[in-house]
């Protein structure tokens, strides 16, 4: 099974609308991260959490909130979505005990919004 | 502002040769170099780092070097595989914060037989 897991993989959705998307890891990790990757674009850090109760902004988190409901499930929230957020989603961990903390991805959602 | 950038988007290299993949920064505060490697449906996987107080990192057929005056970085591939076709991104962070990596755009590498 995955380490890190994201759902659902795909999901098309109309402008306006709420979307939640899902991340759940088993690496018991205690760091967490959502990135968005735009076409020619690198990653883009959305939001991270070092703990289920610390929560910070990224680069872009205009439009997004998230929610760490416990140390293994970070989950991403477009309120309102727009067709500007139409990108592809990564969740990451990382393990603050292990010195320099290397991110481990999950497998990314595809987002598009009509 | 690019602080991280990889000037190729697209490399093609014969299956058994070097590859080479470039990555420029311009922050100097910048200490902590890292490449990952993705394949078309998954997300990223760590490859290899770099950290300032050294110029080079070698790990199996993958090295990288790194050039603090000019804040280059570059990423050797030898010999070069099939399956190491993928998107090659590079990052780069302050050791005193490895959780905040800034990512470049990607070089897709293309190994063909």
């Known amino acids: 099974d995955a380490d890190v897991t994201q759902t659902p993989r795909n999901r098309i959705t109309k402008t306006g609308k709420r979307i939640m998307l899902e991340c759940s890891q088993t690496?018991?990790?205690?760091?967490m991260y959502w990135y968005r990757q735009d076409p020619g674009l690198g990653l883009q850090l959305i939001y991270y959490s070092f703990d289920v109760k610390d929560i910070n902004k990224g680069e872009i988190s205009d439009g997004y909130s998230v929610s760490r409901q416990a140390q293994a499930k970070f989950s991403l929230s477009l309120e309102s979505a727009i067709p500007n957020q139409t990108a592809l989603y990564f969740c990451?961990?990382?393990?603050?005990?292990?010195?320099?903390?290397?991110?481990?991805f999950g497998p990314g959602t595809r987002l598009t919004v009509l | 502002d690019q602080q991280v950038k990889q000037n190729s988007p697209s490399l093609s290299v014969q299956e058994g040769r070097i590859s080479i993949l470039n990555c420029d920064y311009t922050?100097?505060?910048?200490?902590?170099f890292l490449w990952y490697k993705k394949y078309p449906a998954e997300g990223p996987t760590f490859l290899i780092s770099i950290s300032s107080i050294k110029d080079k990192n070698e790990d199996g057929r993958f090295t990288v070097f790194l050039n603090k005056s000019a804040k280059h970085l570059s990423l050797h591939i030898v010999p070069s595989q099939p399956g190491d076709s993928a998107v090659y991104f590079c990052a780069a962070s302050r050791l005193a914060y490895t959780d905040k990596l800034i990512f470049g755009t990607g070089t897709r590498l293309q190994v063909f037989p």
């Open positions: 990451a961990t990382s393990d603050s005990s292990a010195g320099l903390d290397t991110q481990y």
């Open positions: 690496k018991g990790h205690d760091r």
């Open positions: 922050n100097s505060m910048f200490d902590y």
